[in-house]
C-alpha cells in the first residue's frame, strides 16, 4: 500500500516572508491535475451546442468575411500585395488564441474559486490551465487557413519554421497579462468587466485588420512594438504567407514581454497566499 | 519524537473584518498606490487593511499529533474549525506560528471538488481524483472500487447533471474515500447522504483509522467523534479550550453549551425489596441526527422474578406538571426480570422540552399495588435558556414543551395595501 512507506516528505507551513519562489518543481508534481483543468475545458467548452467544435472555425472565418467586405473591398486598406481575406485570416489566428486566453485566464481564479478555497495545489496551475485550452480551437482552425492559402495559390517559405516559436511567444505574452489580470481580479472584480473592453480596444491597436507598414517607420515604429502583438502578428504573416519580417517589433515586444511576465509572476506569487480567503 | 505527524505551534490567523465598504481597497487606491509606492503593491493585502477590524480566527494554538491518531476537532460555529483545517490543508497561510506535518497529506474539506455537471460520472472520477491529488495510475487501479461503492454502475457514462443529489454526493464521496494519504483532513464530509451511505462513510472512516493512518476530522457530529477518535481537541473563540479523550470533551462540550452537568445516584441494597435500583445516571448527548438528549442509564437488581412490575419514569417541570412519561412496557425483552443485574438505557428527546428546570422521578410499579421501589430522590437537569428576544425581557418559553417548528414566507403584497389604506 501507497501508505505503509517510511515517511518521507515534510512540509512545513508558516506565514511566507520575504521573496517567493516559483516552486518548479511541484509545479511537474502536479502535471496531471493541469493536464486533467485543460481537458476538463476543452471537454465542456461545445456541450450543449449544436455546431459544437464547429464553433472554432467560425468565429476566424466570419470575423475575416466582415473585415474583407467592410476594410478589403470598401475601405480598400492595402495588405502587402496579398489577397485580403488571407492577410486577414493569418492575423486573426493569433489574435483569437490571444483574445481567447486572455480572457479565460483573467477569469480563471475567479471561475475557478471553488478549487481555490478547498484544495490546495500551486496556484498557477489555474491560468496555465486556461491557456492550455484554447490550443485545441487554434489547431483546428488553422486548418482552414490552409484551405484559404491553397484557394488563393500561396505556399508557405522556409520561415514557417519560426511559427512555433511565434505561438509560444503568444501564450508567454498571455500569461504574462493574464496573471496580473487574474491576481487582480481576485481582489477587484472590476477587471472582469474591463477584460472584454480591453480585449476590444486591444485589437485597434493590433495589426489585424491592417499592415504594420502603415506606422511610419522609425521612432513610431518602435513606440508600436510596445504592443507586444504588433510583432507577432506581422510575424504571422511572414512565416506564413511571406509579408514583411517583423524585424525590430519583436526585439522592443520581448523585452515588453518579459518585463510583464516577471512583475506578473512576482504578483501573483505574492497574492496567491490571500486568494482563497479573498476570492 | 519522531512519531509526531503533525505539529501545531502557537498558530494564529488574523482575519479583517473591517465594515464592508471598506473591506476591498477599490481598484483606484492600488493605482494610485502603484503610481506613488510602487513596492507597496506587492506586500500583502493584508498589510494594506490596518484600520478595520481585526479578528483572530485561531490564536496560539499548538498540539501534536502521532501517527495512527484520529483526533477528533470540535467547537461552536466560529470557533476555528475550518480555519485550522485550511491552514493544515495549505489553502490558506498563517499569520503567524508553524506547523509540521510529516507524510503525505489529503484534504478532503468538501466532497466532489471540481466535479463539472457536463461530464460524465467516469470523467468526474478522473477530474476529481486528479485534483485531490491522485496519479492517473492510482485512478486506473481503483476505478472498479470507486464506482461499486458510489453504486452507480448503470449511470457511469450519463452526464452527472442528470444525477439525483443523492447519487452525486454518492460519487463524490467514493473518490475521496478512496484517497489513501498517510495523513487524513477531513471536514463535516460525513454529513452527506442517506443513513445507510453514512454508516458507508463512517466505516470507510474507521477502516483508515484501522489501517494505521493519522485522520484529523473536524465535526459538529459529537456522536461520530465518539465512534471515531482516539483524541479530541475542543477549540472555542480560536484557542484550545480542552485536549483529551473524546468522552471528556463531549462532556465538558455539553457542559459548555447547555450547561448540563451528569447526575448519578447510586442506592443501597435492601433485601426487603424484590426489585431495586442499584444505579441511575443521566447523560446529556447529542443524538445521531444532532439532536439534543438525555440517556437514562439504569442499573437494577432483581431478586425474585417479578413479569408485571414496570420500570416507569416520569419528568415533572417546576409546576409540577408532568412532561414526559415513559416506562418499559415496549421493552420486548424476556430477560430484562430474571433474577441477576441487568442494565436498561432509555434515551429521552429532551430537545423537545422547553427551557427551564426538570426534576426525574424513576420507579418500579405495577398497576393497582404499592410501588416496588419508587425512590424518593429526584434527578434535576437543567434546560439552557437559549437567548431569545423573550429572555430578554425575562420570559421564560411560554409553552410546556418546545415543539421545533419552521416559519416559512410566502410573499409581500405591496398594492393590497395601499388599497386597505385608502
Same mark, same amino acid.
Given at each position: 500500500?501507497?501508505?505503509?512507506?517510511?515517511?518521507?516528505?515534510?512540509?512545513?507551513?508558516?506565514?511566507?516572508?520575504?521573496?517567493?519562489?516559483?516552486?518548479?518543481?511541484?509545479? %511537474?508534481?502536479?502535471?496531471?491535475?493541469?493536464?486533467?483543468?485543460?481537458?476538463?475545458?476543452?471537454?465542456?467548452?461545445?456541450?450543449?451546442?449544436?455546431? =459544437?467544435?464547429?464553433?472554432?472555425?467560425?468565429?476566424?472565418? &466570419?470575423?475575416?468575411?466582415?473585415?474583407?467586405?467592410?476594410?478589403?473591398?470598401?475601405?480598400?486598406?492595402?495588405?502587402?500585395?496579398?489577397?485580403?481575406?488571407?492577410?486577414?485570416?493569418?492575423?486573426?489566428?493569433? %489574435?483569437?488564441?490571444?483574445? =481567447?486566453? &486572455?480572457?479565460?485566464?483573467?477569469?480563471?481564479?475567479?471561475?475557478?474559486?471553488?478549487?481555490?478555497?478547498?484544495?490546495?495545489?500551486?496556484? &498557477?496551475?489555474?491560468?496555465?490551465?486556461?491557456? =492550455?485550452?484554447?490550443?485545441?480551437?487554434?489547431? $483546428?482552425?488553422?486548418?482552414?487557413?490552409?484551405?484559404?492559402?491553397?484557394?488563393?495559390? $500561396?505556399?508557405?517559405? %522556409?520561415?514557417?519554421? %519560426?511559427?512555433?516559436?511565434?505561438?509560444?511567444?503568444?501564450?508567454?505574452?498571455?500569461?504574462?497579462?493574464?496573471?496580473?489580470?487574474?491576481? &487582480?481580479?481576485?481582489?477587484?472584480?472590476?477587471?472582469?468587466?474591463?477584460?472584454?473592453?480591453?480585449?476590444?480596444?486591444?485589437?485597434?491597436?493590433?495589426?489585424?485588420?491592417?499592415?504594420?507598414?502603415?506606422?511610419?517607420?522609425? $521612432?513610431?515604429?518602435?513606440?508600436?512594438?510596445?504592443?507586444?502583438?504588433?510583432?507577432?502578428?506581422?510575424?504571422?504573416?511572414?512565416?506564413? $504567407?511571406?509579408?514583411?519580417?517583423?524585424?525590430?517589433?519583436?526585439?522592443?515586444?520581448?523585452?515588453?514581454?518579459?518585463?510583464?511576465?516577471?512583475?506578473?509572476?512576482?504578483?501573483?506569487?505574492?497574492?496567491?497566499?490571500?486568494?482563497?480567503?479573498?476570492? | 519524537?519522531?512519531?509526531?505527524?503533525?505539529?501545531?505551534?502557537?498558530?494564529?490567523?488574523?482575519?479583517?473584518?473591517?465594515?464592508?465598504?471598506?473591506?476591498?481597497?477599490?481598484?483606484? *487606491?492600488?493605482?494610485?498606490?502603484?503610481?506613488?509606492?510602487?513596492?507597496?503593491?506587492?506586500?500583502?493585502?493584508?498589510?494594506?487593511?490596518?484600520?478595520?477590524?481585526?479578528?483572530?480566527?485561531?490564536?496560539?494554538?499548538?498540539?501534536?499529533?502521532?501517527?495512527?491518531?484520529?483526533?477528533?476537532?470540535?467547537?461552536?460555529?466560529?470557533?476555528?474549525?475550518?480555519?485550522?483545517?485550511?491552514?493544515?490543508?495549505?489553502?490558506?497561510?498563517?499569520?503567524?506560528?508553524?506547523?509540521?506535518?510529516?507524510?503525505?497529506?489529503?484534504?478532503?474539506?468538501?466532497?466532489?471538488?471540481?466535479?463539472?455537471?457536463?461530464? @460524465?460520472?467516469?470523467?468526474?472520477?478522473?477530474?476529481? !481524483?486528479?485534483?485531490? !491529488?491522485?496519479?492517473?495510475?492510482?485512478?486506473?487501479?481503483?476505478? *472498479?472500487?470507486?464506482?461499486?461503492?458510489?453504486?452507480?454502475?448503470?449511470?457511469?457514462?450519463?452526464?452527472?447533471?442528470?444525477?439525483?443529489?443523492?447519487?452525486?454526493?454518492?460519487?463524490?464521496?467514493?473518490?475521496?474515500?478512496?484517497?489513501?494519504?498517510?495523513?487524513?483532513?477531513?471536514?463535516?464530509?460525513?454529513?452527506?447522504?442517506?443513513?445507510?451511505?453514512?454508516?458507508?462513510?463512517?466505516?470507510?472512516?474507521?477502516?483508515? +483509522?484501522?489501517?494505521?493512518?493519522?485522520?484529523?476530522?473536524?465535526?459538529?457530529?459529537?456522536?461520530?467523534?465518539?465512534?471515531?477518535?482516539?483524541?479530541?481537541?475542543?477549540?472555542?473563540?480560536?484557542?484550545?479550550?480542552?485536549?483529551?479523550?473524546?468522552?471528556?470533551?463531549?462532556?465538558?462540550?455539553?457542559?459548555?453549551?447547555?450547561?448540563?452537568?451528569?447526575?448519578?445516584?447510586?442506592?443501597?441494597?435492601?433485601?426487603?425489596?424484590?426489585?431495586?435500583?442499584?444505579?441511575?445516571?443521566?447523560?446529556?448527548?447529542?443524538?445521531?441526527? !444532532?439532536?439534543?438528549?438525555?440517556?437514562?442509564?439504569?442499573?437494577?437488581?432483581?431478586?425474585?422474578?417479578?413479569?408485571?412490575?414496570?420500570?416507569?419514569? *416520569?419528568?415533572?417541570?417546576?409546576?409540577?406538571?408532568?412532561?414526559?412519561?415513559?416506562?418499559?412496557?415496549?421493552?420486548?425483552?424476556?430477560?430484562?426480570?430474571?433474577?441477576?443485574?441487568?442494565?436498561?438505557?432509555? @434515551?429521552?428527546?429532551?430537545?423537545?422540552? +422547553?427551557?427551564?428546570?426538570?426534576?426525574?422521578?424513576?420507579?418500579?410499579?405495577?398497576?393497582?399495588?404499592?410501588?416496588?421501589?419508587?425512590?424518593?430522590?429526584?434527578? @434535576?437537569?437543567?434546560?439552557?435558556?437559549?437567548?431569545?428576544?423573550?429572555?430578554?425581557?425575562?420570559?421564560?418559553?411560554?409553552?410546556?414543551?418546545?415543539?421545533?417548528?419552521?416559519?416559512?414566507?410566502?410573499?409581500?403584497?405591496?398594492?393590497?395595501?395601499?388599497?386597505?389604506?385608502?
Amino acid at each position: 500500500m501507497e501508505y505503509s512507506r517510511p515517511l518521507t516528505s515534510e512540509i512545513v507551513i508558516e506565514p511566507s516572508k520575504g521573496w517567493v519562489s516559483l516552486k518548479l518543481g511541484e509545479l %511537474w508534481q502536479y502535471r496531471e491535475m493541469l493536464f486533467f483543468l485543460i481537458w476538463r475545458d476543452v471537454k465542456v467548452r461545445y456541450k450543449q451546442t449544436v455546431l =459544437g467544435i464547429a464553433w472554432a472555425v467560425f468565429q476566424p472565418l &466570419l470575423t475575416m468575411v466582415i473585415f474583407s467586405v467592410i476594410l478589403g473591398q470598401l475601405a480598400k486598406l492595402p495588405s502587402e500585395g496579398i489577397p485580403y481575406p488571407v492577410f486577414c485570416y493569418v492575423a486573426l489566428l493569433p %489574435w483569437q488564441l490571444f483574445s =481567447g486566453s &486572455l480572457t479565460r485566464v483573467g477569469n480563471s481564479l475567479v471561475g475557478n474559486a471553488n478549487l481555490l478555497t478547498k484544495v490546495y495545489f500551486p496556484r &498557477l496551475i489555474i491560468p496555465l490551465s486556461a491557456i =492550455g485550452g484554447g490550443m485545441v480551437d487554434f489547431g $483546428i482552425s488553422f486548418l482552414v487557413l490552409f484551405g484559404l492559402m491553397a484557394y488563393y495559390g $500561396i505556399g508557405p517559405t %522556409w520561415a514557417i519554421l %519560426w511559427l512555433p516559436f511565434l505561438v509560444l511567444f503568444i501564450l508567454i505574452t498571455v500569461l504574462a497579462i493574464g496573471l496580473w489580470l487574474a491576481a &487582480l481580479n481576485v481582489q477587484y472584480r472590476d477587471v472582469q468587466y474591463m477584460i472584454p473592453f480591453l480585449v476590444q480596444a486591444w485589437m485597434f491597436v493590433s495589426p489585424v485588420a491592417y499592415s504594420t507598414e502603415l506606422i511610419p517607420k522609425g $521612432i513610431w515604429r518602435v513606440l508600436y512594438g510596445l504592443n507586444p502583438l504588433a510583432g507577432v502578428i506581422q510575424g504571422f504573416r511572414w512565416a506564413l $504567407i511571406g509579408g514583411y519580417p517583423p524585424d525590430e517589433l519583436m526585439a522592443v515586444s520581448a523585452a515588453v514581454v518579459g518585463v510583464l511576465l516577471l512583475s506578473g509572476l512576482f504578483y501573483f506569487k505574492r497574492m496567491e497566499k490571500t486568494f482563497a480567503d479573498v476570492v | 519524537m519522531s512519531d509526531i505527524v503533525v505539529e501545531v505551534e502557537n498558530l494564529g490567523k488574523l482575519y479583517h473584518i473591517g465594515k464592508v465598504q471598506e473591506r476591498y481597497m477599490t481598484l483606484r *487606491d492600488t493605482i494610485a498606490t502603484a503610481f506613488m509606492k510602487p513596492s507597496k503593491l506587492f506586500r500583502s493585502f493584508q498589510l494594506t487593511h490596518q484600520d478595520g477590524e481585526t479578528l483572530w480566527a485561531l490564536k496560539d494554538v499548538s498540539f501534536n499529533v502521532r501517527s495512527g491518531e484520529v483526533v477528533g476537532i470540535v467547537g461552536r460555529n466560529g470557533a476555528g474549525k475550518s480555519t485550522l483545517l485550511k491552514i493544515l490543508s495549505r489553502i490558506t497561510e498563517p499569520t503567524n506560528g508553524r506547523v509540521v506535518i510529516r507524510g503525505r497529506v489529503g484534504s478532503l474539506l468538501e466532497v466532489g471538488t471540481g466535479f463539472h455537471p457536463e461530464l @460524465t460520472g467516469r470523467e468526474n472520477i478522473y477530474l476529481n !481524483g486528479a485534483i485531490l !491529488g491522485m496519479k492517473r495510475r492510482e485512478i486506473d487501479c481503483k476505478f *472498479d472500487e470507486i464506482v461499486s461503492f458510489a453504486e452507480i454502475e448503470k449511470f457511469i457514462d450519463t452526464p452527472i447533471k442528470h444525477y439525483s443529489s443523492g447519487m452525486y454526493v454518492r460519487l463524490a464521496f467514493a473518490v475521496a474515500a478512496h484517497l489513501e494519504p498517510e495523513i487524513l483532513l477531513v471536514d463535516e464530509v460525513l454529513a452527506v447522504g442517506d443513513s445507510a451511505f453514512q454508516k458507508k462513510c463512517l466505516g470507510r472512516m474507521e477502516d483508515a +483509522a484501522r489501517e494505521g493512518r493519522t485522520v484529523l476530522f473536524v465535526s459538529h457530529n459529537i456522536q461520530a467523534v465518539r465512534t471515531l477518535c482516539s483524541k479530541g481537541i475542543l477549540l472555542d473563540q480560536g484557542k484550545i479550550s480542552l485536549e483529551g479523550t473524546p468522552s471528556q470533551i463531549i462532556d465538558y462540550y455539553m457542559m459548555q453549551n447547555f450547561g448540563l452537568p451528569k447526575i448519578r445516584e447510586t442506592f443501597p441494597l435492601d433485601s426487603a425489596l424484590r426489585i431495586q435500583f442499584l444505579s441511575v445516571e443521566l447523560v446529556p448527548t447529542i443524538s445521531e441526527e !444532532g439532536h439534543e438528549i438525555y440517556l437514562f442509564k439504569c442499573e437494577y437488581l432483581v431478586r425474585k422474578e417479578l413479569e408485571s412490575v414496570l420500570l416507569c419514569v *416520569d419528568i415533572r417541570n417546576t409546576a409540577d406538571v408532568s412532561v414526559f412519561y415513559s416506562n418499559d412496557e415496549s421493552l420486548n425483552e424476556s430477560r430484562k426480570r430474571k433474577l441477576g443485574i441487568h442494565n436498561i438505557t432509555l @434515551t429521552i428527546p429532551s430537545y423537545l422540552f +422547553a427551557p427551564g428546570e426538570y426534576f426525574v422521578a424513576f420507579g418500579f410499579w405495577e398497576p393497582g399495588h404499592p410501588p416496588e421501589h419508587f425512590p424518593q430522590v429526584r434527578l @434535576t437537569f437543567r434546560r439552557q435558556e437559549p437567548k431569545t428576544r423573550l429572555t430578554a425581557h425575562g420570559i421564560s418559553w411560554p409553552s410546556v414543551i418546545y415543539m421545533p417548528s419552521t416559519w416559512h414566507y410566502v410573499e409581500c403584497n405591496a398594492s393590497s395595501i395601499k388599497e386597505s389604506i385608502t
